[in-house]
């Protein structure tokens, strides 16, 4: 039997047995996804990289990574307003999160009171548990600690800190950062 004939007398809905899209009198463009036994497309690099329940780094292995531990240490600003970006999605900048942190810590003499709520807003995110006891404890006592966890958690799922979450997005669609050019615009 000839497979175009084959194909043409397949249901509109179900695929044809040569894993091709059924005919239906609209055009598809590829990929044609309607083979059975087909997988999913992998996840975006930082959308599932640790596992939940778990921190990919403890609290105290802030010397795992001894840049961002120095930097920390000496100017918590910067890696707060780096955790802040990434975790608020861009609404807000690394700059504006280091600038509000600074802030407080001037005006109150404890920042932990406010980079205590993006420990829960990350946790909330990737499922993580609170450990090893409640996320205002472990900004009180071990404020550079948990920053450089939270860090380290942020660098271990795939984001350059460096880049903050536009450059990370536009990273991973490198084809969508441009519009494409139109020659002309409208006449009539």
């Known amino acids: 039997m000839d497979p175009y004939v084959a194909q043409k007398s397949t249901p509109p809905s179900a695929p ?17 996804n309607y083979v059975h036994n087909s997988q999913p497309p992998p996840p975006l690099p930082h959308a599932h990289a640790g596992a939940p329940g778990e921190w ?46 600074t802030l407080i810590a001037f005006v109150t003499g404890c ?39 939270e860090y380290r958690e942020l660098k271990n799922r795939g984001f350059d800190m460096y880049l903050g979450w536009h450059g990370n997005v536009e990273g991973q669609n490198p084809a969508m950062t441009m519009a494409p050019a139109v020659q002309g615009g409208m006449s009539r």
């Open 16 to 32: 044809s047995a040569y894993g091709q899209p059924p005919v239906t009198g609209i055009p598809l463009s590829p990929p044609y």
């Open 56 to 101: 990919s780094t403890g609290l105290c292995d802030c010397f795992s990574d001894v840049s961002n531990c120095c930097i920390t240490f000496w100017c918590p600003c910067i890696t707060f307003g780096q955790i802040a970006e990434i975790i608020d999605r861009g609404s807000t900048s690394c700059g504006a999160s280091g600038a509000l942190y």
């Open 111 to 149: 920042p932990c009171i406010y980079s205590c709520f993006y420990r829960s807003k990350m946790r909330r995110q990737y499922m993580l548990p609170e450990n090893p006891c409640a996320d205002c404890l472990v900004h009180c006592f071990c404020e550079s600690c948990a920053l450089c966890q």
